[in-house]
């Protein structure tokens, strides 16, 4: 597949005997905005976390853009990643770490430094900028992870949860950001709990449950697979992950008590 | 709340900072594996390694503590009296660098594991969260606190010690212990207000940072200093306070030796001169108001950091968003550099090298003639504490690298980069070492030439270690730990790399008897074959 930006197969993770992801496959294409979603231990961010080569898989095949990421250096090269625990290098400050950041991505000054105002004034991280990250909050940690993600203008972003801590205003910019990217061609690789960000984001959306995808496709598409034309992501997404049987007598217990 | 309960539930904190400082996980690491026994393992692996790591320290109390008594030992030694003073005196300075020094490197993990996190939320009033801080915090000292007073006795009992004479070491040895709790807390403060509070974007800020970390732990490298040379300063005043009873007069009245010579009088309950009894009596009385002063400022801080209340925010004038990216190897150095410049544990591996060959620039001032032993001999002392810091440089990689993992490091970069820093650090020695040749007048060429040779042994030995480290934990992510923490696995790493340093000095000593004038061109070879071959392995590292 040519135009392929992200190419799973296969792909089991494993942590001793618990298998956190089991054989699943599901393809990217450039201009895709691929929302991964399930509930909490589903899968998702470890299989984030093979795409960006943080973790080894078990057994299976990923490629991105045709590279395998067994070819770390190549592949990474190609992602702007946003981990889903913005732990970052705390006692360095967002300037000191963006100067690693290139460094190690081999970016030239003249090319990374008017993207970097660019960002910054967009995240309104400016006035952060030689302040320690261990000092700043955590939205304002997440900003200076985006950032970093964004400054080599990678063609895939693989962002897990990043919209957790930010504000409205940011928020709504990386929502415009991913949007735009996906515009230029680039390929979006996106996890959310937020159903409704996901479903008007979102060009496909991957239901991930008890490590397996359950359901891929177009949020339309999944409507017309659960036979449910009226119902939100949110409903897909319970009945798919089979979550919607027993909630309603969950909710009226809570209740009574 | 009743103290046993308090001490319970202090163990359960403790277990969270020995599995944070092992793991890393909240500065950002993943763990290697999951999945309920696989954690089970690592949590008893954690505190094994924590185990270990105490044991360790606590056996170099035991040695440095037996090593001070040794001139008793000897019949003639004369007159006791000062020798006794001397070897109680350089023992509390071994307690108080020991104890200061691995509180630098575990103080960080224990403000770092953020230990109050666990106790906020529970409904515990904030004077019983304080208490069972302290009580963590002491748990983490508790086999080397214990073996310090221990150790002490039995070697002051073995060379013929007094009870009075005991129980006044035993409260110079707490009073010792609280000076050293209270010098890595003061570090630990430091590091975490130029972590939290201080920026500074500009070279000269991180080389002023640096000079700041120097002077905080500077108390633990005289006492550093005092161990290196402890015979010699034993000696030195047995000598120097027999002749000169004014000289006697000053001593008393510093720490340690005001300690010292109070033990020596109640060993031998020999009155030298009624008014330098008086005066070490007052000043150990001194000594003793600010050892309480210390300990009550202690338990506070040490509170306070638990609770992570030790934060100064200053917010510095943002002129512009400029960065200068550099070659991957430059970065990771510089990077490494900003780290380690406001992290005492980590500037202080820095330092050791610099202070190690100082101690050797001292000695080699005395030796007369530099022939081929006393080279090797002072090439092998540097070389030890240069392989100290590899580990030291991979374990900067466990913080954040749950996210740095994701960047296209390749591990030879890492090797490289951290090779680099590593020699750079051993030719410094070296140009110390000149320099102090160069002054006191002696011929150098020996260690010159043996050295700048040896610099390829100690870049192979350095690539070594930081490939078996890399190899180990690149997967895991990093989670190498704290030094103090993973004490043990750093043992195992030193080995192999000490052994390439040890092969071309050995090579250079054989052929020196079997064939003398091939002796320097055997060293450069094996050197240089190192150097080599490690660089082929290290080049084949993805």
New interface residues.
Partial sequence: MENSAVRVEGLTVS????V?VDDISFTVRNGEIYGLLGPNGAGKTSTI?VL?????PRSGKVEIFNTPITD??????Q?G?V?E?????????P??F????????????SV??PR??RF?SAFEL???????I??LSMGNKQKV?IVAALMHEPKLLVLDEPLVGLDARSSKILKELITFHAKKGGAVIFSTHIMEVAEKLCTKVGIINKGKIVREGTVDELRRLVKSAEGSLEDIFLKVTEQEAGMQDVIRALEEE | MKFSEAWRLSGKVYKEVTFQSIFSLRAGSGLPQRGKMDIKQLVNSARTSTLISKLITTVFIGVFGSTVFLPLTVASVSPRELTIMGSVSAFLAVVLFLIAFMGLQVSTSFVSSKAIDVLNPLPLSKRDISNIVFLCFIRIFDLPLTAAVGVFLVVYFLVGGSVLGGLISIVAIVATEIFALTLTINSAKFFYSRVRGGGGKSAWQTFLRFVFTFFWILPTFIAYLLISFSGEVVQAFASLTQNFVSILQFLVLIYPFSFGFLVSYATYLRVVDYSILGLSVASTILYLAVAYYCLRWVTRTVRNLGAGAIVKVSKELVKDTIIRPQIPWLGIIRKDLRVASRAPSYASLFLLPAMQTVILAISFSSITDVGLSAALGILTGISMITLLLPPTLLSIEGLASAYTRSLPMKKRTLISAKTLLSTVTYVISLVVLSIVAVYAGRDFSFVLTFGTIHTFAIAAAVMLELTILTDKFWKEGFAVGNIYSRLSTYVLIFIPGFAVVLVPMIVAVVTFFLAKQLYLTAFLATALAEFTLMTAVVVREK
């Fill in positions: 942590y001793g005997p618990f956190a976390k960006v080569g943080v973790l080894d770390e250096a190549a592949a990474k090269s992602i990643y981990p625990e913005v732990v970052l290098l705390d006692s360095l400050t300037r000191e963006f100067e690693f950041v290139a460094s190690i991505r081999k970016l030239e000054p990374v430094n970097l105002e910054s400016k006035q952060y900028f030689d302040t320690p261990a000092a992870a």
